[in-house]
């Protein structure tokens, strides 16, 4: 109990980070494309103020104040600043706590369930990556190759220690996922001039594949597939949200991975038992 306790509180402050992940990544990327952009055009760079996971500080949206130490505790703060900016009175989002409750929660899920251990680790680690993709993709509809990329060959290379699957489940894994989404992409366009999903949603189905083997990808994409239409129904349904809008297949494809992980094989088990 000490240990899950332990690590609950570490991600509460990695929620954190990962606040500040989900927000600045994304324009760290646009900056970056549209400094390409203007090398390709063989235009002047625009002069920009540095801009990373640093710098520059957190500060208030609204006036500017910086956020001091003592104001950035994980939702300790947020309480005590009853939800708004020290300085201005503002009204702080509460969407930044409850990201870090929902971090703090799932590593310690992940505690419980896999043990102090290299497995458990790893797997912490990749939860901490699936939040920052899911809420970015939310945002964005986006799954930046910085996170998904780097994951994949994590993955690849932990099946060299056999830490989630084998090397060869893991290779044929990768080359599946991937390419399994990228022919469902292609026939749907083909078929109805329109595109269904985005090429950061092959990458992370690669990324599942080669921590957890080809073995788990049909689990996978079942239940992503379905918590998604139901979502996307109910959303249509009763909040009258636009069809013609997207919605990020990301999330439940993060969140369908995360469940393999921990009880993919108990899942499997259950449906051969019940179907078999």
Same mark, same amino acid.
């Given at each position: 109990?000490?240990?899950?306790?332990?690590?609950?509180?570490?991600?509460?402050?990695?929620?954190?980070?990962?606040?500040?992940?989900?927000?600045?990544?994304?324009?760290?990327?646009?900056?970056?494309?549209?400094?390409?952009?203007?090398?390709?055009?063989?235009?002047?760079?625009?002069?920009?103020?540095?801009?990373?996971?640093?710098?520059?500080?957190?500060?208030?949206?609204?006036?500017? @104040?910086?956020?001091?130490?003592?104001?950035?505790?994980?939702?300790?703060?947020?309480?005590?600043?009853?939800?708004?900016?020290?300085?201005?009175?503002?009204?702080?989002?509460?969407?930044?706590?409850?990201?870090?409750?929902?971090?703090?929660?799932?590593?310690?899920?992940?505690?419980?369930?896999?043990?102090?251990?290299?497995?458990?680790?790893?797997?912490?680690?990749?939860?901490?990556?699936?939040?920052?993709?899911?809420?970015?993709?939310?945002?964005?509809?986006?799954?930046?190759?910085?996170?998904?990329?780097?994951?994949?060959?994590?993955?690849?290379?932990?099946?060299?220690?056999?830490?989630?699957?084998?090397?060869?489940?893991?290779?044929?894994?990768?080359?599946?996922?991937?390419?399994?989404?990228?022919?469902?992409? @292609?026939?749907?366009?083909?078929?109805?001039?329109?595109?269904?999903?985005?090429?950061?949603?092959?990458?992370?189905?690669?990324?599942?594949?080669?921590?957890?083997?080809?073995?788990?990808?049909?689990?996978?994409?079942?239940?992503?597939?379905?918590?998604?239409?139901?979502?996307?129904?109910?959303?249509?349904?009763?909040?009258?949200?636009?069809?013609?809008?997207?919605?990020?297949?990301?999330?439940?494809?993060?969140?369908?991975?995360?469940?393999?992980?921990?009880?993919?094989?108990?899942?499997?088990?259950?449906?051969?038992?019940?179907?078999?």
């Amino acid at each position: 109990m000490v240990y899950i306790g332990c690590m609950a509180l570490l991600g509460l402050f990695i929620g954190s980070f990962l606040n500040v992940v989900i927000l600045r990544l994304p324009v760290m990327m646009q900056r970056s494309w549209d400094m390409q952009c203007r090398e390709l055009l063989e235009l002047e760079p625009i002069a920009a103020e540095k801009f990373n996971l640093n710098t520059p500080r957190s500060r208030c949206p609204n006036c500017g @104040h910086l956020i001091r130490a003592l104001e950035n505790i994980p939702v300790l703060s947020y309480l005590v600043q009853r939800g708004r900016c020290k300085h201005c009175a503002e009204k702080i989002s509460p969407r930044y706590p409850l990201i870090e409750l929902f971090t703090a929660l799932l590593t310690g899920i992940v505690a419980w369930k896999l043990g102090f251990g290299w497995q458990g680790a790893f797997a912490i680690l990749l939860t901490w990556m699936l939040i920052a993709l899911a809420f970015i993709d939310i945002d964005h509809q986006l799954l930046p190759d910085d996170i998904t990329l780097p994951g994949l060959w994590l993955g690849l290379g932990l099946s060299l220690f056999a830490l989630f699957t084998d090397m060869q489940s893991a290779l044929i894994g990768a080359i599946a996922g991937y390419l399994s989404l990228w022919l469902i992409y @292609h026939g749907f366009r083909i078929l109805t001039k329109k595109e269904g999903m985005g090429y950061g949603d092959f990458k992370l189905f690669a990324l599942f594949g080669a921590w957890f083997g080809w073995q788990q990808l049909p689990l996978i994409i079942l239940l992503s597939s379905l918590v998604g239409a139901v979502i996307g129904i109910a959303m249509i349904t009763f909040m009258g949200r636009d069809r013609q809008i997207p919605i990020p297949f990301g999330p439940y494809l993060a969140g369908a991975g995360w469940l393999a992980m921990l009880w993919g094989h108990e899942i499997t088990t259950a449906y051969i038992n019940s179907f078999g």
